[in-house]
């Protein structure tokens, strides 16, 4: 082989290619990092949309849920103005250098936000199968669910927040007697501990698009705060919380 062809193909092995993802590897297994090449901003549409969603689903307001349909509307700039507002960058509901600039200080290699991780989501299997759903919907709903986590402890002064129990597969439901019907077996579903008061953490959860909130005062619920993406019931009565 030339110089020259030992050259190119070195730049070649090591060059890093230009695309919407920043590679990293965690454990050995690689990981594509999300980025977004364009600018977002209301009216837009698309899977660039979607992923935005998913990291400011953790910012729709009280009592509110963020779609993530990959439509860039009026509930979508309004979730990206309270994130903005939340790290103090300009809040203008537009997602642009600064707004990508703060969520890559927040995300992991494998998207996950820094101060979560599957594997806390996940203390039942390594597959994430035998729940309600198929294990790729269980992990994508834990996903979207550490990220509002993200939002929870952002908001209650970055201090760290246990996870006691997250997915569970029908076996490991019934291994802890959970209810047939429990969130837990859909992958979006946490319960908390740590080191703020389970009321704290069940009167904030309401502004972090939580359609399902449990704690104190509600049956097998005083020593843990159990909040889930889906579901419909707010029920915390020693805190004060008695539906939405």
């Not at 203008?92 to 991780?117: E, M």
């Not at 909040?227 to 805190?239: E, I, P, R």
Request: charged share 15%; hydrophobic share 35%; with cysteine.
């Amino acid at each position: 082989m030339s110089n020259n062809s030992r050259r190119a193909f070195l730049t070649a092995a090591v060059a890093i290619p230009t695309t919407a993802a920043v590679v990293g590897l965690t454990g050995g297994t690689a990981h594509a990092a999300y980025s977004w090449s364009r600018t977002l901003k209301e009216g837009l549409r698309g899977a660039d949309v979607t992923q935005l969603q998913i990291r400011v689903a953790g910012y729709p307001g009280y009592a509110a849920v963020l779609a993530t349909d990959g439509v860039f509307g009026a509930k979508t700039k309004a979730a990206v103005k309270r994130f903005q507002a939340a790290y103090g960058l300009t809040q203008d509901g537009v997602a642009g250098t600064n707004t990508y600039k703060k969520i890559y200080s927040l995300q992991s290699s494998d998207n996950t936000p820094i101060h979560f991780k599957y594997s806390e989501l996940n203390k039942c299997n390594s597959t994430w199968g035998g729940g309600k759903v198929a294990a790729s919907t269980a992990k994508s709903n834990a996903l979207r669910l550490m990220w509002k986590l993200e939002a929870l402890r952002h908001a209650l002064g970055d201090k760290p927040i246990t996870i006691s129990s997250g997915f569970r597969s029908v076996s490991c439901n019934n291994r802890v007697g959970g209810s047939s019907t429990s969130r837990h077996l859909y992958g979006d579903a946490a319960d908390l501990t740590g080191v703020h008061s389970f009321c704290t953490m069940a009167k904030r959860a309401r502004y972090h698009g939580f359609r399902n909130i449990l704690g104190p005062g509600f049956p097998n619920h005083n020593d843990h705060v159990h909040l889930a993406s889906g579901g419909s019931t707010w029920s915390a009565s020693k805190c004060g919380i008695n539906g939405r």
